[in-house]
C-alpha cells in the first residue's frame, strides 16, 4: 500500500528520526507501507495549491491532507473565506486521482495556549470546521485530531511537548498517537471493502 502526505511541519518534522517522524510512526503499525511524504514547513493551503498544480500526483491508495496550522495562524493568516475556498479547491483536484473514501482530511490539532502566541482553540475550532464542512460535502474521510487527542490518557501538554517546546509541534506520544488513527482508518476502510465484496 502506498500513501500521499500532503501538509505542513507537523507532517514534515523529524523529531529526531531519520525520517520525517509520522512516516516512522505509520511504519511500526504498518510496516510494509510505502510513503509520499510531500509536507514542507510553513506551508499554507496556498502553497500546497501551488504544489498541486505543478508536481505529478504520484499514483498512491490513500491521501491524508493535514494543511491548517499556518492558515489559522494569527500572524499570517488565511481568513476563513479563502481557506475554504482553498480546501475545496484541493479536493477537487485531488477527486482526479483518488476516490472521495480514500481521501481522509485531517483538522487542525489543539495547541498548548499557556505557550501559543498565535494560535488558540478558537482559531482551531473556526478552521476545523472549515475542514468537516468540505469532508461532508465531498464525502471525504475525516480525521478529527482535537477529538484523537482528547482521547488519550495523556495530558494535552505532554503531548505536545516535542523538541521545540512551543505548543504546536508536538513529539513522539502525539506522532504515535496520530499515526494509529490514520493506520485505524486506512484498516477500517479494508474491513468495509471486505463486507461491501462479500454482500
Not at 123 to 151: C, N, P, W
Request: charged letters at 20%; aromatic letters at 10%; glycine letters at 6%.
Amino acid at each position: 500500500m502506498k500513501i500521499l502526505l500532503l501538509g505542513d511541519s507537523l507532517f514534515a518534522r523529524l523529531e529526531g528520526k531519520t525520517i520525517p517522524h509520522i512516516d516512522y510512526s505509520l511504519r511500526e503499525n504498518l510496516p510494509n507501507l510505502s510513503i509520499e511524504n510531500w509536507a514542507v514547513s510553513g506551508d499554507n493551503s496556498f502553497n500546497l495549491l501551488k504544489h498541486l498544480s505543478i508536481k505529478e500526483i504520484p499514483s498512491c491508495d490513500w491521501v491524508f491532507v493535514f494543511i491548517d496550522a499556518n492558515d489559522l495562524a494569527q500572524h499570517k493568516q488565511v481568513f476563513l473565506g479563502e481557506y475554504l475556498q482553498n480546501l475545496t479547491q484541493i479536493v477537487e483536484i485531488l477527486l482526479v486521482y483518488f476516490p472521495a473514501q480514500r481521501i481522509c482530511l485531517m483538522t487542525p490539532s489543539p495547541v498548548d495556549e499557556t505557550k501559543q502566541v498565535y494560535r488558540n482553540h478558537r482559531l482551531v475550532e473556526y478552521y476545523g470546521g472549515i475542514v468537516k464542512q468540505v469532508a461532508e460535502t465531498y464525502h471525504t474521510r475525516l480525521l478529527d485530531t482535537v477529538l484523537t487527542f482528547s482521547k488519550s490518557d495523556k495530558h494535552l501538554a505532554n503531548l505536545l511537548r516535542g523538541s521545540m517546546d512551543d505548543g504546536l509541534h508536538f513529539g513522539s506520544a502525539a506522532y504515535r498517537l496520530l499515526a494509529r488513527a490514520m493506520t485505524d482508518i486506512i484498516k477500517e476502510a479494508g474491513k468495509s471493502c471486505l463486507v461491501s465484496c462479500v454482500e
